[in-house]
């Protein structure tokens, strides 16, 4: 079973070497390299190619594509998936690193009763301060699409898009391709995914080291930036869901509320008051629930059910008395 290292380049000149020898230190050994530079101004393809000069990896395993334009993270992966010819890809971060089994731990879970899965998801760790981000917590080695789904929306299982192995039919199939010149990219693909997703397999050892840099995306104080692609993500969620069958899974109508407070609550702790009534206005339009269907969703778990009701009351509220409610909310259930 052939796999596609996907590794988009920009500006990582300080990471690079570290990054591409442990791809080339991988046991597994049915790979190929894609390296997608994205316009690098430093050194960084020179530093890769000197790096693969000096290894004995197959140079015709190896593909360097260079973007006529700076293009950004998305149309990098997505170039990458197009030009692989391989059963599965694996997207990898240029300022990461991955363990010398991943690739091999990972394709031990590729198939499950004779047949590809769509998805193999490893564990990782943290080179750097835990930024917030979910760890897999999961116990089982594969996922149906429904255990899948409800393991996803109860952040039991990452949103970023690296350390998975990804059926690469799968993806041309549903296309699920990366949204162009949108940063947290991840969230929106990986909740795209859901809606066609089959068998997933799981490995709970940590595969991938995810290196956490002050000037990363997740580490910026550009708060503005990150709020508008976060309003556009959040009023796609609920598009998503309202335009496919997982309108009635009660995890993912709570993953997408949920996703609506949160936000709401970033703007309101980082003191960017401003901001919040342009968030909450699309909180509102965009499709949502009443609160009478939330009784439908979650039956007779009357815990869970009171806590429901209580946030999505401020639907029923005119938008000034709306507003106040939504803080007077706890930020998580």
Not at 102 to 122: N, P, Q
Not at 144 to 164: D, L, Q, T, V
Not at 195 to 215: C, F, K
């Amino acid at each position: 079973m052939k796999i596609s290292v996907i590794i988009p380049i920009y500006n990582v000149q300080q990471y690079i070497e570290e990054c591409i020898e442990s791809v080339l230190a991988q046991n597994y050994k049915d790979y190929e390299i894609i390296a997608i530079d994205d316009c690098s101004e430093d050194l960084s393809i020179p530093i890769l190619e000197a790096a693969l000069k000096k290894s004995d990896f197959p140079k015709d395993r190896v593909r360097i594509i260079r973007h006529e334009n700076n293009r950004g993270l998305s149309a990098a992966r997505n170039t990458g998936i197009k030009e692989s010819q391989s059963e599965f890809v694996y997207f990898l971060d240029s300022d990461d690193v991955i363990t010398p089994d991943c690739l091999e731990k990972l394709a031990m879970r590729s198939t499950y009763k004779g047949k590809f899965v769509d998805m193999v998801v490893g564990n990782y760790q943290f080179n750097g301060p835990a930024i917030g981000c979910p760890r897999i917590n999961v116990v089982k080695q594969y996922l149906s699409r429904r255990e899948y789904i409800k393991e996803y929306c109860k952040e039991h299982i990452y949103p970023m898009a690296w350390n998975r192995l990804i059926r690469r039919s799968f993806l041309i199939k549903n296309a699920l391709f990366f949204e162009e010149g949108l940063i947290h990219e991840d969230t929106l693909w990986n909740f795209q995914i859901l809606q066609y997703i089959g068998q997933v397999g799981i490995v709970q050892d940590d595969t991938y080291i995810y290196r956490v840099r002050q000037n990363s995306i997740q580490s910026s104080q550009d708060f503005e930036k990150h709020f508008k692609a976060n309003t556009y993500i959040v009023g796609r969620l609920s598009e998503i869901m309202f335009g496919c069958s997982l309108r009635f899974n009660k995890y993912v109508y709570n993953f997408v509320e949920q996703e609506k407070l949160r936000h709401l609550y970033d703007c309101h702790r980082s003191g960017n008051m401003h901001l919040i009534r342009d968030l909450y206005s699309i909180c509102r339009t965009k499709p949502h629930y009443r609160p009478i269907i939330a009784k439908l969703l979650f039956g007779y778990h009357e815990g869970i059910l009171r806590k429901i009701r209580k946030r999505d009351a401020h639907y029923a509220l005119p938008f000034e008395e709306g507003l106040k409610v939504f803080f007077q909310l706890p930020y998580t259930l």
